[in-house]
């Protein structure tokens, strides 16, 4: 957009944040560190000297663990690096457009849960576990699901669709894993747009060369 | 805490170089700073820069890039395009306020 060529040189001794522009502002033609830095590319990940990358594995379709990763991937395109997420498994169900929207958070399996609000009624109580046994009871997952649903707006943290649109927006690539979306038989029309394609694992591993990869 | 001085103009800065004082930002010192990093401020980058600073009064926090979509009414999209590469940190650095510390 307005970038010009019009840089000024802050004085000396100037303090100012790192921005990471440096290594991305197109050096001039002719500069030959840029050209043999560009010819080393794709040899192998001990030969990447891209700009940082960052790759998601989302594996979980949990309201709970969806979240970590699109946070992390959101701030990540904040800091100006490149960010690939890959849905696979139970992860699919978060770019299913048919599914996204109704994630579900249960404390069965949890042993971590335990109420800020209860310490309200005993000091100490907001420390306590829950006993396993109550997120079997009927209706349990629902009422832990709004209520987290609930503190998370509080927090001012979008839905998981909007925070695709966010993701999306903000220029994240999004992937789903081919061999999972046939298994749970999705179709294309049910993925969020945002994602750019089902591809193999493989694809997803070339893609992923010279990332950090974080699997969740 | 140490300063800077940028054409003839004096302010105090943290240990990045974010302003610490809100009053001594105008958009005059936001332009200079903005040729530092490459940037031509447009009407625009300012509309922005204007916006984060009457949020960040009533909040008492930068805004987070989200809340500049969802308060301000900023398209993400042209965020990215106008302050390539960190938007959030850039729009911070150069309406004078602190680094945002918002995850979303």
Sequence with gaps: MSTTTTRTTPPEGFIMPDFGDRGRTPAPQGNGATAAATATQGTGAAAYSGPRKMAFICSKGNLDMAYPALIMGNAALGEGVEVHIFFTFWGLDIINTKTYDNLKFTLSGNTAMHMPDLGRLRPGLEHVSMPQAMGNLPGMTGFATRMMKKQMEEMEIPSIPDFLDLLQASGAHMYACRLTYDMMKMIEADLHPGVEGVISAGDFIDIAEGAQVVFV | MPTNTLNGRTFEVDTEGFLTRREDWSEDLATDLAALIDLELSEDHLATLRFMREDSATTGVTPTLRRMQTVGGFDIKTLFALYP????????????????????
């Excluded at chain 2, 590469?85 to 995850?103: Q, R």
């Design chain 2, 85 to 104: 590469g960190k938007p959030a940190k850039k729009m911070a650095w150069l309406s004078g306020l602190p680094k945002p510390v918002g995850c979303v």
